[in-house]
């Protein structure tokens, strides 16, 4: 994982990369996967998951990785990749609204979530400034502002990705961003390239 870019809101967004050949051990990586991570209890016991974050949704991992940085934890993306993550949403609903309640009372439900999604987004906000309640006393919010190249208060950012990892800019990066990927697939129509993508993503 690697941070990508702010948002609109102000909130970081982050986002993967491939290796260009598979390291001989863990790599350092001070951003946290909701969808797939793994650790001793303990650790959730001295940095838990933040009660006060209601019905956010790009924030939450955020939160998790300021928040284990300062309390003295390091995180570490695995040698090889063990799971996938299916971006595309176009099998499956994607609009917020599909999942919100039908009753009488959906506009003032959709109001009260919104301002509770506010809030939890004022929260996140506050740690990576380091400001925020739930920080550790080890680190601070800056020095892993600084190690991920964040800009806080210009929103930018400048992060240097380790030799092993490859970049956007590089010729023949194996990267597509999720709104890319489409095009991507269809400027490769009648290629033997585009067989051997298919092939590649048919052995997940």
Same mark, same amino acid.
């Not at 797939?36 to 939450?60: I, M, T």
């Not at 009648?190 to 590649?200: E, H, I, M, N, P």
């Given at each position: 994982?690697?941070?990508d870019?702010?948002?609109? #809101?102000?909130m970081?967004?982050q986002?993967?990369r491939?290796?260009?050949?598979?390291?001989?051990?863990?790599?350092?990586?001070?951003?946290?996967?909701?969808?797939?991570?793994?650790?001793?209890?303990?650790?959730l016991?001295?940095?838990?998951y933040d009660?006060?974050?209601?019905?956010?949704?790009?924030g939450?991992?955020?939160? /998790?990785?300021?928040?284990?940085?300062?309390?003295?934890?390091? /995180?570490?993306?695995?040698?090889?990749?063990?799971?996938?993550?299916?971006?595309?949403?176009?099998?499956?609903?994607?609009?917020?609204?599909?999942?919100?309640?039908?009753?009488?009372?959906?506009s003032?439900? #959709?109001?009260k979530?919104?301002?509770?999604? #506010?809030?939890?987004?004022?929260?996140?906000?506050?740690?990576?400034?380091g400001?925020?309640?739930?920080?550790?006393?080890?680190?601070?919010?800056t020095?892993?502002?600084?190690?991920?190249?964040?800009?806080?208060a210009e929103?930018?950012?400048?992060?240097?990705?380790?030799?092993?990892v490859?970049?956007? #800019?590089?010729?023949?990066?194996?990267?597509?961003?999720?709104?890319?990927?489409?095009?991507? /697939?269809?400027?490769?129509?009648?290629?033997d390239?585009?067989?051997l993508?298919?092939?590649?993503l048919?052995?997940f």
């Amino acid at each position: 994982l690697i941070p990508d870019k702010f948002g609109s #809101e102000g909130m970081l967004r982050q986002r993967g990369r491939f290796f260009c050949t598979p390291p001989d051990r863990p790599v350092r990586c001070q951003l946290y996967a909701a969808g797939f991570n793994f650790c001793f209890a303990s650790v959730l016991q001295d940095c838990p998951y933040d009660p006060s974050l209601h019905h956010l949704f790009f924030g939450e991992e955020v939160s /998790m990785a300021v928040r284990l940085y300062t309390a003295g934890y390091d /995180m570490y993306a695995p040698c090889q990749s063990v799971c996938y993550h299916l971006w595309s949403r176009t099998h499956r609903p994607a609009d917020y609204a599909t999942f919100v309640s039908t009753n009488n009372n959906t506009s003032n439900d #959709e109001r009260k979530k919104k301002a509770q999604r #506010e809030q939890s987004l004022a929260v996140v906000l506050e740690q990576v400034a380091g400001r925020g309640s739930g920080l550790g006393d080890q680190r601070t919010a800056t020095a892993w502002a600084a190690e991920l190249g964040l800009h806080v208060a210009e929103l930018t950012v400048r992060f240097r990705a380790p030799e092993c990892v490859v970049r956007t #800019e590089d010729e023949g990066s194996a990267y597509f961003a999720p709104n890319e990927w489409e095009a991507q /697939m269809s400027s490769l129509e009648g290629t033997d390239a585009k067989s051997l993508v298919l092939g590649f993503l048919q052995g997940f």
